[in-house]
T-cell receptor
Framework: SQKIEQNSEALNIQEGKTATLTCNYTNYSPAYLQWYRQDPGRGPVFLLLIRENEKEKRKERLKVTFDTTLKQSLFHITASQPADSATYLCALGGYNKLIFGAGTRLAVHP | EAGVVQSPRYKIIEKKQPVAFWCNPISGHNTLYWYRQNLGQGPELLIRYENEEAVDDSQLPKDRFSAERLKGVDSTLKIQPAELGDSAVYLC??????????????FGPGTRLLVL
């Protein structure tokens, strides 16, 4: 069955640094991959979508890479701020479905 | 523009009792999803509607769960009877088009269910 792995431990970084979150997957060939942000007590919020034929996508301080050979996506937040503290979920898309990872909690300290 | 609306936000019931959740998607969104999210996990799809048709309910435990989307707008998810293991957050999401998960999904705040 499909398996998605995201860092289970929280990522703690200092304000201003770049946060890098990892999403690895097995037994799946997604047509696209999405990243969502989820704050406590709220639903996930869409951030970025990258398709299988794209290597990199950027949006403001966010950057996503997608390596279908390694079966891995990296999510970067540059110049991180305390307001970026949240859980970040990756989701694999295809066959009209999204399969979510468990998420990685990011804490940005002043 | 209003986002996806869900109610109630919280529900505490005893096991074997019934419970229902309601969702109002973003206006004009044809596709509606119900997800269940357990603590520390990502959302898991229960059912997907295209307008009023349930096009993917393969993960819905049909012995106790049911859902409907009358008139292709609002939707209700019901559990009867509830079990302890049903304690979770139930998320509703909607999206614009007919290609399922390819577009952005907009999530509601969820209903947090606790079964005692």
């Amino acid at each position: 069955s499909q398996k998605i792995e995201q860092n289970s431990e929280a990522l703690n970084i200092q304000e201003g640094k770049t946060a890098t979150l990892t999403c690895n997957y097995t037994n799946y060939s997604p047509a696209y991959l999405q990243w969502y942000r989820q704050d406590p007590g709220r639903g996930p919020v869409f951030l970025l979508l990258i398709r299988e034929n794209e290597k990199e996508k950027r949006k403001e301080r966010l950057k996503v890479t997608f390596d279908t050979t390694l079966k891995q996506s990296l999510f970067h937040i540059t110049a991180s701020q305390p307001a970026d503290s949240a859980t970040y979920l990756c989701a694999l898309g295809g066959y009209n479905k999204l399969i979510f990872g468990a998420g990685t909690r990011l804490a940005v300290h002043p | 523009e209003a986002g996806v609306v869900q109610s109630p936000r919280y529900k505490i019931i005893e096991k074997k009792q019934p419970v229902a959740f309601w969702c109002n998607p973003i206006s004009g969104h044809n596709t509606l999803y119900w997800y269940r999210q357990n603590l520390g996990q990502g959302p898991e799809l229960l059912i997907r509607y295209e307008n009023e048709e349930a096009v993917d309910d393969s993960q819905l435990p049909k012995d106790r769960f049911s859902a409907e989307r009358l008139k292709g707008v609002d939707s209700t998810l019901k559990i009867q009877p509830a079990e302890l293991g049903d304690s979770a957050v139930y998320l509703c999401a909607s999206s614009l088009g007919r290609t399922g998960g390819k577009e952005t999904q907009y999530f509601g705040p969820g209903t947090r269910l606790l079964v005692l």
